[in-house]
C-alpha cells in the first residue's frame, strides 16, 4: 500500500495549544532528569570509582551506568504500554514523570565511593535502572498522546513541537551544567555542588507531575471506549502477530533518531573537552547553542511533514544529518573561530528527530499503538544507545571524524528505510476515531 498524502491541516486551537504546551514541557522536566547524568560524567567518574583507576577506564564506567539506563527502557515500556492501551494514556504519561524524579532526587542525597565504597556505583547502577524503565514508558506515551490530540494535517507539527520540548529537557541540563561550572570552581564541583542539579530534577519532576494533572484524555482513546469497543487483551501479542510488518522500519528508524542525539548531546560535549582541550564552562555552553537548534529543528521538522508528508520529509533530513555533524567537526577539528555556528548547523540538520515520531505513529492503528510504538522503539534504543556511545568513545582515539563517518552511515540508513518502506507499509495517518472529534480536546 502506499503512504497517505497529507491532510489538509486545521488551525490550532488555544486549548491544543495548551496540551501541547503542557505535554512538552513535562516531558522536558522528565528528560533533565535523565540526561543530567551525562553532563557531569567526568565528574561522576571522579566521585563513584576508585581513584586509582586509570581515567579513561573510569569515565567508560561511568558511561556504561549511563547506557545501563537505556538497557531498562524495554521492560518498563512494555508494561507501561499495556496499561496505557488498556486504561488510557493519560494515566500512564502521569506516572512515568514521578519514577524518574524519584531516582533524581536520590542520586542527589547519596554517598559516594569515599564514603561506602564498591556499595556507591552499585547504588548509582539501581537508580540508573529504574530511570531507564521510567523514560522507556514516558516517550512513546508521550507521541500517542499528543498525536492523538492533534487536529488533522497538524500531527506533524504537533510531534514535532513535542519533540522540540522534549529536547528542551537537554538544553535545561545543559544550561544547569554551564551555570555551575561559572558559579563554582573544579574542586567546589567534586566537594558538593554536583548535588544540585539532581536535587533540583527532584523537585522538576513533582512539578512536572502537577503539570499534567491538567491534561485530558486523548480523543481517539475516549472514542474508542464510546463504541463500547474492548481493549486488545494483549496489544503486544496483536503487534507481534499481526504488524510485524512495521516492527523493522520503526526499529531502524528508531536508531537513526538515537544516533543523532548521542552525536548531538552525549558524545560531542564529552570529546570536545577530552580530545580539542576545551573548558567545561565552554563545551556546555556550545552545547547549550546546538540544543537549542535542535528545539528549532525540530519544529521547523514537523510543519515540512505537514507539508510533504512524513517519509519524503524523513529522506531530506537523513541527508541532512551527516552534512550537519561533518561541518560541526570540521570546525572543531581546524580550530575554526565560530564553533557556535557550526553547533547551530548541527542542531538543524538533527531534525531528523522531530520527522520520525510522526513516521512511527503513523504505523500502528490505535487499539495497540503505544504498546507497538514502545516494544520497537524502547528495544532498538535500548540496544544502539547502549553500544553506541561506547563504541563512539573508545573509536575517538583513533580519529576524531569517527561521528562524522558514524553520521553518515546512519543517515544512508535512513534514507533507504524511506525509499524501501514508504511504499510498503500502511500509513495511519487519521483514525476513524480522530476524524470523529477533530476539534475535541
Not at 56 to 66: A, M, T
Not at 98 to 106: D, E, Q, R, V
Not at 277 to 301: D, E, K, P, R, W
Not at 423 to 434: G, M
Request: proline content about 6%; charged content about 10%.
Amino acid at each position: 500500500m502506499t503512504a497517505t498524502l497529507p491532510t489538509p491541516a486545521l488551525r490550532l486551537t488555544r486549548s491544543d495549544h495548551k496540551t501541547l504546551s503542557l505535554a512538552a514541557l513535562g516531558g522536558a522536566l522528565e528528560i533533565y532528569d535523565f540526561i543530567i547524568f551525562v553532563f557531569f560524567a567526568l565528574t561522576l567518574s571522579q566521585l563513584f570509582f576508585p581513584p586509582q583507576m586509570p581515567e579513561w577506564l573510569r569515565l567508560l564506567q561511568s558511561f556504561g551506568i549511563f547506557v545501563t539506563g537505556y538497557l531498562a527502557r524495554p521492560l518498563g515500556g512494555i508494561l507501561m504500554a499495556h496499561f496505557a492501551d488498556h486504561l488510557g494514556r493519560k494515566k500512564v504519561f502521569s506516572l512515568s514523570i514521578l519514577m524518574m524524579a524519584l531516582p533524581c532526587l536520590l542520586i542527589g542525597i547519596m554517598p559516594t565511593y569515599a564514603e561506602i565504597g564498591y556499595f556507591a556505583p552499585l547504588i548509582l547502577l539501581a537508580l540508573r535502572i529504574f530511570q531507564g524503565a521510567a523514560v522507556g514508558g514516558e516517550v512513546p506515551s508521550a507521541w500517542v498522546f499528543v498525536a492523538e490530540h492533534a487536529p488533522a494535517g497538524r500531527r506533524g507539527y504537533a510531534l514535532g513541537f513535542l519533540q522540540a520540548g522534549l529536547t528542551f529537557g537537554y538544553l535545561l541540563g545543559a544550561l544547569t551544567a554551564t551555570a555551575l561550572a561559572q558559579l563554582f570552581t573544579p574542586q567546589e564541583i567534586l566537594d558538593y555542588a554536583w548535588r544540585f542539579p539532581f536535587l533540583l530534577g527532584g523537585v522538576f519532576g513533582v512539578f512536572g507531575v502537577w503539570l499534567r494533572r491538567w491534561l485530558s484524555e486523548t480523543p481517539v482513546f475516549l472514542a474508542l471506549r464510546e463504541r463500547r469497543e474492548q481493549p486488545v487483551a494483549f496489544p503486544l501479542r496483536t503487534v507481534l502477530t499481526e504488524h510485524r510488518r512495521a516492527l523493522l522500519p520503526a526499529a531502524l528508524l528508531t536508531c537513526v533518531l538515537t544516533s543523532a542525539v548521542v552525536v548531538l548531546v552525549v558524545i560531542t560535549p564529552t570529546v570536545m573537552q577530552q580530545r580539542f582541550g576545551m573548558s567545561a564552562g565552554h563545551t556546555f555552553a556550545l552545547s547549550s547553542v546546538g540544543i537549542v537548534f535542535l528545539n528549532i529543528g525540530c519544529v521547523l521538522a514537523g510543519l515540512l511533514v505537514d507539508r510533504v508528508g512524513a517519509w519524503r520529509a524523513l529522506m531530506l533530513y537523513s541527508l541532512l544529518l551527516p552534512l550537519g555533524v561533518g561541518a560541526l567537526y570540521t570546525s572543531l577539528v581546524s580550530g575554526w573561530e565560530w564553533p557556535g555556528l557550526a553547533y547551530a548547523l548541527a542542531g538543524l540538520a538533527c531534525g531528523v528527530v522531530g520527522v520520525v515520531p510522526s513516521v512511527m505513529v503513523g504505523l500502528f492503528p490505535a487499539p495497540i499503538r503505544v504498546s507497538g510504538i514502545s516494544f520497537t522503539y524502547n528495544i532498538a534504543y535500548a540496544l544502539w544507545a547502549s553500544t553506541t556511545p561506547l563504541m563512539l568513545i573508545a573509536l575517538m582515539p583513533w580519529s576524531p571524524w569517527v561521528c562524522v563517518g558514524f553520521s553518515f552511515i546512519m543517515g544512508a540508513v535512513g534514507l533507504l528505510t524511506a525509499v524501501y518502506f514508504a511504499a510498503k507499509e500502511p500509513v495511519h495517518c487519521e483514525d476513524e476515531a480522530q476524524q470523529a472529534s477533530l476539534n475535541v480536546l
